[in-house]
């Protein structure tokens, strides 16, 4: 089994640009056993231009079992 995080990093409301370098969170995370998984900005205005508000990056890791739990499975 696995446990997820979802982190949002909010762009800056007048240059667009990220809060926070996604590269810096990714490498954090790996650093405390987390799997990036994926990026992606779900919020897109339809101006015909592509402008997303936020980028929600998606970690996982193994959930650390008992003996116990091991044994039932």
Known sequence: MYEYKFIKIEFKKLSGKPNEDYREVIKNHANQGYRFVQIFSPDFATSGVAVGSYYELIFERP???????????
């Open 63 to 73: 959930i650390k079992q008992s003996t116990e739990q091991k044994h039932c499975l």
